[in-house]
């Protein structure tokens, strides 16, 4: 049974760093397509940045230059390294992962993922 396990959610002030980890098990290989959401009370779940078996990345506008995603597959781990925090980025944060290659359209849609987190919360306060 494939699980992830988000964590390194907490407070931070305006203009500060955290780093997000989710952790992969229950495979025996690293899955082809993995991303990070987040999602604030009354929005939509947004995708933030995606990953592919090659090292391939794709981010979203609202996080380009502050937000870095990476992998250890050793550790079959996936991070979230996000600096310059701001007061917007509030949210819970959620890592996703598909069982088939990252899709060539609409490329930081959750459609695409089979399985998620429970998610970790970031809070940035101004």
């Known amino acids: 049974q494939v699980q992830l396990v988000e964590s390194g959610g907490g407070s931070v002030q305006d203009g500060g760093s955290l780093t997000l980890s989710c952790v992969v098990s229950?495979?025996?290989?690293?899955?082809?397509?993995l991303g990070w959401f987040r999602q604030a009370p009354g929005k939509e779940r947004e995708g933030l940045a995606r990953?592919?078996?090659?090292?391939?990345?794709n981010y979203a506008d609202s996080v380009k230059g502050r937000f870095t995603i990476s992998e250890d597959n050793a550790k079959n781990t996936l991070y979230l390294q996000m600096n310059s925090l701001k007061p917007e980025d509030t949210a819970i944060y959620f890592c996703?992962?598909?069982?088939?290659?990252?899709?060539?359209?609409?490329?930081?849609?959750?459609?695409?993922?089979?399985?998620w987190g429970q998610g970790t919360q970031v809070a940035v306060s101004s």
């Open positions: 229950g495979v025996t290989n690293r899955l082809p397509c």
């Open positions: 996703g992962a598909s069982p088939y290659r990252c899709r060539a359209w609409d490329v930081l849609s959750a459609t695409q993922y089979s399985y």
């Open positions: 990953i592919n078996i090659w090292g391939d990345t």
